[in-house]
């Protein structure tokens, strides 16, 4: 903890009233941003102090900063995942939920303490913003600011990425946010990288009637697909039967798009409604009536724009012909559903700005990049 006779406290969110401060505290920093979209409470509870199965296999810890008058002016968590430590070994803590008033103090009381927290657990890097870890919201917005946020999308002050800068954090990648009009019509060239599977090849919606089964294909083919990239850690069963679960609630089960090779998966796609439309003006709050809101929303009116959160071809087919024929056709039978729901806008997120090969498909469709997020680095103890 800050000592208490400086100009700011940092206090554990550890009282009821002080995780009612964290979890706030946001709503008071963009009071003047029609941007922002305070997201739910309840999930917010749940993911840092509930039932998250990442808990499982990571610490977390949640910071509050506080001003002279004891009004909060800051919070950050600190996340040292064991799971991350197996895989890569690289002793990196991560930090993430990340906000501050304008006041330097503010934000250096904040790393002080989420970095010596890490420390004390063998960290000597650190990472973020990670909300709470790479399979979930991930990096700072430093582009885009003047749209909201699509679902499970951050949104940021556009001071941020010097505050971070101030304090010695260093960028170190750059994710991107596409925005697609699902009504493109295909280009030549990813018709005929789609027809090179022939009768081999079919796509499928989801199966609800196995959910267990094909949620665990799905995590098979997003591992496989997915475990080379940058930063990659795998989801746990857990973790993905509770992906499964909100997925499930939210989306029809034609937004998941299963593709087979000689009846073996081999991609997958999921889209999910952009709630972020529903509940925008709730205040991240669902009683008395924003179940209600929510419910019609999702039944009734449907959103207007949906999200792209997931995505992947497997390992053995992304360097072939037929690898990007395969996410052509998962993409092409998602954007039929979403067509017939009345769905304008879509967002694929989040691309590594490295990733030329998805982008290159994005683009030939009529992607257009609107958001940038970026991940920092710093060296501890130096």
Known sequence: MIPSDGPVRVLPADTRARRNDFIRLPSSLYANDPNWIAPLEFELRERIWGSNPYLQHAEVQAWVAYDRADSPVGRITAQWDRLHQQRHGDQRGAFGLFEAADDPAVAKALFHVATSWLESRGARRLRGPLNLSVNEECGLLVEGFDTPPCVMMGHALPRYDGVLQSLGLVPSKDLLAYRVAPDFEAPRVMRRLAEAGGASVRVRPLDTRNR??????????????????????????????????????????????????????????????????????????????????????????HPGSARVPLMGVRQCFQHSR?????????????????????????????????????????????????????????????
Do not use: H
């Not at 930063?231 to 593709?259: C, K």
């Not at 972020?276 to 991240?284: A, F, P, S, V």
């Open 212 to 301: 267990a089964r094909e949620l665990a294909l799905i995590r098979d083919i997003f591992n496989d697909a997915w475990e080379r990239n940058f930063g990659f850690v795998p989801f746990t069963e857990e973790e993905f039967a509770d992906v499964g679960r909100m997925v499930t609630l939210l989306s029809p089960n034609d937004y998941v798009q299963i593709a087979e090779v000689d009846g073996v998966p081999a991609a997958f796609i999921v889209a999910m409604p952009n709630i972020n439309e529903i509940t925008r003006g709730l205040g991240g709050r669902l009683l008395p009536f924003g179940w209600l809101r929510l419910a019609w929303g999702l039944k009734v009116g």
């Open 322 to 382: 037929l690898g990007p024929g395969l996410a052509f056709l998962v993409i092409d039978a998602v954007r039929k559903s979403l067509c017939a729901r009345g769905v304008r806008e879509v967002e694929m997120s989040w691309i590594l700005e490295d990733n030329s090969g998805m982008r290159s498909i994005i683009e030939a469709i009529g992607g257009e990049m609107y958001k940038r997020y970026r991940l920092y680095d710093m060296e501890l103890g130096a």
